[in-house]
Every structure is written in structure tokens, then in C-alpha cells.
């Protein structure tokens, strides 16, 4: 049976002509048109990416090579007992394209006991850091350490053709993401368990060795795997993942490409939502003097909040057009597992009442609850109550999906990216063309 490495490669040989025959044959086709609006509202909209691991759709959400998150959390393989699939699983489908079987899933984790070891000088950048340190910035910081390990950069530098630059960087890659687990827990370990750090097991999977890591009894390894499932990719556009694709488009590393994933991530408008969401979601509690309220109390609390001009965080996506699946997938773990948790129930109360009312409201776009609206509940009620850590667990995910693209991008030789500015003048002077025209054209 092939292994991961030797079937991708056959997987680029049938794609890498695809590619080639858009470029050369078709290049003038016009895919979409720019407007002033898109343009000085952050490019949202505009149609000039490509990734074929995931697709957003409006109304089914996320789609990871072509399966909704509900078929992919059936058809890949799960661990005996367990209910979220092995992560490991997941990243065959974003390199394969394909529902892999047990014995190829297993082959993955194989690979990856193989290369989770981590550098003694990784830990010693680590514990270099003061104790008030933000966790996302020594996560950064401790990936792009492990730069001077690049296959990749070690290659480039001895001189090695184009088509092969994919293979140091899958190596590259791989080893990264079997590593996140430990440098992570460490962190956490240093930041808030005074240096007490559990040591790795190598005899368990990636989700349940991190559960295993950060000290929490199952079933907090299917919220592990849960987690950096739901948060690995999400298509090319946003913030992590673009930054990750136009570094890397330059030919930086994995390392330096992921870190600087990393640093996006930690924006406040980008990965820092779920823990403003739990944040939100105690001052209501303490509002409520942590009593379960009733659906006229929750409604009166967000109409309140709405008039005051806030939002509801958790609510409304820029793409998705119904719940998020990401959000449901949660919600049926909480339902099963943490049914009476106060914190669910407030979640699950604001999930009943909160679409209605912002469409009576009439400002949202999409009423309905995203991801982080249940994401930093599940991780406060199995003991991960440090809110600053929530984006590290967001960036473990999300190294996944970028990595993966990374290894495809080179795979199919993709440029690097340098879009074209203009000025404010220009942009004014294209107006009032446009008004003209439409003037003499309703005229004639």
C-alpha cells in the first residue's frame, strides 16, 4: 500500500497539468469584477484565491475537499470508543483528497510519533519568555524557532528545481504539526501550571496526546480532536490562512509561514472571538446573578444589549447564510455531555432566542450563531479557563489547513502574490467616469 508521501505525489502529477492548461489556454477568462466597495472593504467578496481543501458555502458551511463537516465527522476514522475522528485522519483527506482507511490513518500517526520530538532548545526559548507574556506570542515565537530545522530552507539554499519544492516542504510540514501538541502544552504548562509539565505519550494519537498533555480526562480528547477539526480550515481568505498563503508565496519556510500565521490569528477582529464570546457570556451570568434566566429575560438582555449599539458576539459571519455546522457539531457534544452545565444553558438559551431577534433588529446579514458561540464553553467547562489560551488551540488547527496548502501551493507551482494598488485620485477619477457613462446612456 502506498504511503501518505507517495500517493500525494501522485495526487500533483494529475493535478500539476490541470494548472498548466488554465494558464496557457485560458488566462483572459474573466471569473469576476471588482467594485469600489470591495476594494476599500478589505477585498471582501473578491474572487482571486485558490485552495481546493475547502470551500465555504453560504448555507452548508465549511467544506473540507468537497464533504460537509457532518459527512466528514462520519466517514473518517474515529479511535476505539471515541466520537471525533482522528485528526490525523483529516490531514490525509486535505493532502489526498480522499476518505482514508484505518491502516492509512495509521500510517499518518505513525509518521507523526516519528517527528513529535521537540528540540531542547525550543523548550529553553520557551522558558525564556517572562511569565506575563501572551501565550499566542511565545506559540509564534517557539514555531519560528524551529526555522533553523527546515528541510525546506536547507534545500533551497543547496539548490533544488522548482517542481520539487513541494517535498521539503510536505517534510517540513509534517514535522511541524507533530510537534504543536508539546510546544503548546508547554506553554500552557509554563503560563499557568508553574512549570509543571506532563510528559508526551507516544502511544496515542495527536488529539489524545494533547488531552493527555494538558492533564484532562476523556472525554476531553474528542473536544481536542473536535476542535482542530473544526478550526483547520476555512478557506483562503481570512486572516490565518491568507497570511500563511501570501508568506509562503514569497518561498519563506513552513516555520516562518506558519508563525506569521500565528501573529494574524491573535488579531482581535480574527481569533480572539470565542474567548470575547465566554468573556460576554459571564457578565450576563453575572448580571443574572448566575441564576438560568428565562427566554423573556435573555431577549430583554439582548435587546438591551443591541440598543446600546454592541453586537452579540458569537452571532453573524461575513459568508454563512444559516448556523454554522461548526456551531451544531458542539452543540450536540454539550447535549450529550454537559446538558446541565450553566454555561450551556446560557448558550443553548441565547441559540433559542438571539436569530429572532436580530432579524427583527434588521442590521445583521446572518443572525445566526458562528463558531466561537460555543467554542470557549466547552473548553471552560473541562478546566481550560485561561482565555488567552483559546487562540493557541485556535492556531493548532489552523497550522493544519495552512500547512496543508502550503504543500499544495508549491505541489502546483503557484506564484508569488502581488496584487496591483491604486490611489484614492484614480479611484475617484474611475467614479465619475462611470456616472458619466450611465448619464449619457440614460439620456440616449
Not at 501522485?10 to 496557457?24: C, G, M, S, T, Y
Not at 499518518?108 to 511569565?131: A, G, M, S, W
Not at 492533564?215 to 476542535?227: N, S
Amino acid at each position: 500500500m502506498p504511503n501518505l508521501k507517495q500517493k500525494l505525489r501522485e495526487k500533483i502529477d494529475i493535478w500539476r497539468p490541470r494548472v498548466a492548461r488554465l494558464i496557457q489556454e485560458h488566462s483572459d477568462v474573466v471569473v469576476d469584477q471588482v467594485t469600489v466597495g470591495q476594494i476599500l472593504g478589505g477585498m471582501r467578496g473578491i474572487k482571486c484565491l485558490v485552495t481546493d481543501i475547502s470551500y465555504l458555502d453560504p448555507m452548508e458551511g465549511i467544506r473540507y475537499r468537497g464533504f460537509t463537516l457532518p459527512e466528514v465527522f462520519a466517514k473518517l476514522p474515529k479511535p476505539r470508543g471515541a466520537e471525533s475522528p482522528y485528526v490525523e485522519g483529516l490531514i490525509y483527506l486535505f493532502l489526498i483528497g480522499e476518505i482514508p482507511t484505518v491502516e492509512e490513518v495509521e500510517d499518518v500517526i505513525d509518521e507523526f510519533h516519528k517527528r513529535r520530538i521537540l528540540p531542547r532548545y525550543v523548550y529553553d526559548v520557551i522558558d525564556q519568555f517572562p511569565c506575563c507574556s501572551h501565550p499566542m506570542t511565545i506559540f509564534s515565537a517557539a514555531v519560528m524557532t524551529l526555522q533553523r530545522e527546515s528541510f525546506f530552507a536547507k534545500k533551497y539554499a543547496a539548490g533544488l528545481n522548482k517542481t520539487g519544492f513541494w517535498d521539503p516542504t510536505y517534510e517540513d510540514a509534517l514535522n511541524l504539526i507533530a510537534k504543536l501538541p508539546e510546544i503548546a502544552t508547554y506553554i500552557y504548562a509554563k503560563l499557568y501550571r508553574d512549570g509543571k509539565r506532563i510528559q508526551s505519550n507516544p502511544g496515542l494519537d495527536l488529539g489524545g496526546n494533547f488531552a493527555h498533555m494538558m492533564g484532562i480526562p476523556r472525554p476531553y480528547d474528542d473536544v481536542a480532536r473536535m476542535h482542530f477539526i473544526l478550526h483547520s480550515d476555512h478557506e483562503s481568505g481570512n486572516v490565518s490562512a491568507h497570511t500563511g498563503h501570501l508568506v509562503g508565496s514569497s518561498l519563506a519556510d513552513v516555520y516562518l509561514s506558519v508563525s506569521s500565521m500565528i501573529n494574524g490569528l491573535a488579531g482581535p477582529l480574527h481569533g480572539l472571538a470565542n474567548q470575547e464570546v465566554l468573556r460576554w457570556l459571564h457578565e450576563l451570568m453575572d448580571r443574572m446573578d448566575h441564576k438560568i434566566p428565562t427566554e423573556d429575560e435573555i431577549k430583554q438582555y439582548v435587546w438591551d444589549t443591541l440598543n446600546a449599539g454592541m453586537v452579540i458576539p458569537g452571532y453573524g459571519h461575513a459568508v454563512l447564510r444559516k448556523t454554522d455546522p461548526r456551531f451544531l457539531l458542539q452543540r450536540d457534544f454539550a447535549m450529550k455531555h454537559m446538558a446541565g452545565d450553566p454555561i450551556f444553558q446560557y448558550v443553548d438559551l441565547l441559540y433559542k432566542v438571539t436569530p429572532d431577534i436580530l432579524m427583527e433588529h434588521g442590521k445583521a446579514k446572518n443572525p445566526w450563531p458562528n463558531v466561537d458561540a460555543h467554542s470557549g464553553a466547552l473548553q471552560w467547562y473541562y478546566g481550560v479557563r485561561e482565555y488567552d489560551f483559546y487562540t493557541v488551540l485556535f492556531g493548532i488547527g489552523r497550522a493544519i489547513g495552512v500547512c496543508a496548502n502550503l504543500i499544495w501551493d508549491r505541489a502546483l507551482m503557484y506564484p508569488l502574490e502581488r496584487p496591483k494598488s491604486i490611489t484614492i485620485d484614480m479611484m475617484e477619477e474611475i467614479v465619475e467616469k462611470a456616472k458619466k457613462k450611465s448619464s449619457m446612456e440614460s439620456v440616449s
